[in-house]
């Protein structure tokens, strides 16, 4: 069961991933190169909360729980305790394998790793981690709400079973996808098997 979330990235996808999962529940360890750029994703979270709120979508106490379960730091070391960790930085595939390299380096061996990539190969980046039976992509799509988790190896059976109940839990969609990057599906296909 997951309940414990890493988002690495406070940008648009990474704020948005942290807060539709607080808003849902878990507790959530949020992590950028600086404290400007986490600060700036915390901003982003209070005033897509506060749209929220105006439409009536959520109470302010909603906003006020949410924010209290976000924890923020620039220490990859706060991820220890997580279930998950999403990372959601730059669409630059040598910046993500530098961040799954320095990110496994002391981390539980259960701690299950995604990345929010849209084109490129999860299967790559699977092989620089110590865990690719453990390792799946989950493109949320903007906005967050909607996402498309897929594994890197299919021939590894880890425990990606447990996302389409994170998913229900923040009442997103998802869908099984191969390791394809999604620029080279046609959208449409992708849009219509996302209920």
Do not use: W
């Amino acid at each position: 069961m997951i309940k414990r979330i890493g988002v690495i990235g406070a940008g648009q996808m990474g704020s948005g991933i942290a807060h539709v999962c607080a808003l849902k529940g878990f507790d959530i360890r949020l992590m950028d190169v600086d404290q400007p750029h986490i600060n700036s994703g915390i901003e982003n979270i209070g005033r897509n909360m506060d749209r929220q709120i105006g439409r009536g979508m959520i109470r302010p106490e909603d906003k006020d729980a949410a924010l209290r379960r976000i924890t923020t730091s620039t220490d990859y070391k706060q991820f220890a305790d997580c279930d998950l960790i999403v990372e959601a930085a730059t669409e630059n595939e040598q910046v993500k394998r530098e961040i799954f390299k320095r990110l496994c380096e002391g981390l539980p061996p259960n701690v299950l790793l995604a990345t929010n990539t849209s084109s490129i190969s999860v299967t790559r980046l699977a092989s620089v981690t110590d865990r690719p039976g453990k390792f799946m992509g989950m493109h949320f799509m903007n906005p967050v709400p909607l996402m498309e988790p897929g594994r890197a190896d299919p021939r590894h059976r880890h425990r990606g079973r447990d996302l389409p109940h994170g998913a229900r839990r923040r009442r997103s969609s998802s869908t099984r996808s191969r390791s394809t990057p999604r620029i080279f599906r046609p959208s449409s296909s992708t849009a219509s098997c996302c209920r």
